[in-house]
């Protein structure tokens, strides 16, 4: 009973190719979030979606673009892959804002190796 | 530049004695803070949060004291136990519903020694 899921968890591929991570969330939040974790180990923010409307977009390369097709998704769609796009890719989620709170509630990450 | 940062990478305490976890930031907007948990392999836990209205949070072992004025927070794990070993990060957001994501430290890898 996932709250917030990846697929796939390992994504291995070669240079030029174009792939995609899916991610779903079952906690009924409005706002989701796209994470990359670098070699250096630092989580910093790609893309926050909110009602299918992207919010920010944080100086990300357009070949990353993230898909949502419904509240529960937001797909992040990788065109022309370099090698420095190897990195684990977090998902994550973020409910109605409440006063005092912006919790988010990660998912287990996707590890891709560009090669 | 470095808006949260944990300057210990690692940490090594004895089970049953206290953990303490540090973390400063230097964006005086932020005004939400949260500590996360990391095993290998998985995605971030949330583990516990303050607002900056309050200055301590308590949630079982764990504690989060707030010290707005040095732009300091610290995370107190008492007793600590073997399962706590893993990398905690601390994260900060901003006004504005979290829209600018969550800015995160580096980690502090806890270990537990029996």
């Known amino acids: 009973d996932t709250a917030v899921s990846q697929t796939p968890k390992y994504l291995v591929t070669q240079m030029g190719n174009d792939k995609s991570i899916k991610c779903e969330q079952n906690l009924g939040h409005d706002t989701m979030y796209w994470y990359k974790q670098d070699s250096k180990k630092f989580l910093k923010i790609m893309f926050s979606y909110n009602n299918k409307e992207l919010i920010i977009n944080e100086t990300v390369p357009n070949r990353f673009s993230p898909k949502s097709p419904d509240k529960a998704h937001l797909n992040l769609h990788i065109n022309s892959l370099e090698l420095g796009d190897s990195a684990v890719y977090f998902c994550?989620?973020?409910?109605?804002?409440?006063?005092?709170?912006?919790?988010?509630?990660f998912g287990p990450g996707t590890r891709l190796t560009v090669l | 530049d470095q808006q949260v940062k944990q300057n210990s990478p690692s940490l090594s305490v004895q089970e049953g004695r206290i953990s303490i976890l540090n973390c400063d930031y230097t964006n005086s907007m932020f005004d939400y803070f949260l500590w996360y948990k990391k095993y290998p392999a998985e995605g971030p836990t949330f583990l516990i949060s303050?607002?900056?209205?309050?200055d301590k949070n308590e949630d079982g072992r764990f504690t989060v004291f707030l010290n707005k004025s040095a732009k300091h927070l610290s995370l107190h794990i008492v007793p600590s136990q073997p399962g706590d070993s893993a990398v905690y990060f601390c994260?900060?957001?901003?006004?504005?519903?979290?829209?600018?994501?969550?800015?995160f430290g580096k980690g502090t890898h806890l270990i537990i020694q029996p």
């Open positions: 303050i607002s900056s209205i309050k």
């Open positions: 994550a989620s973020r409910g109605t804002l409440e006063v005092g709170t912006d919790t988010q509630y």
């Open positions: 994260a900060a957001s901003a006004p504005g519903g979290g829209a600018d994501g969550l800015t």
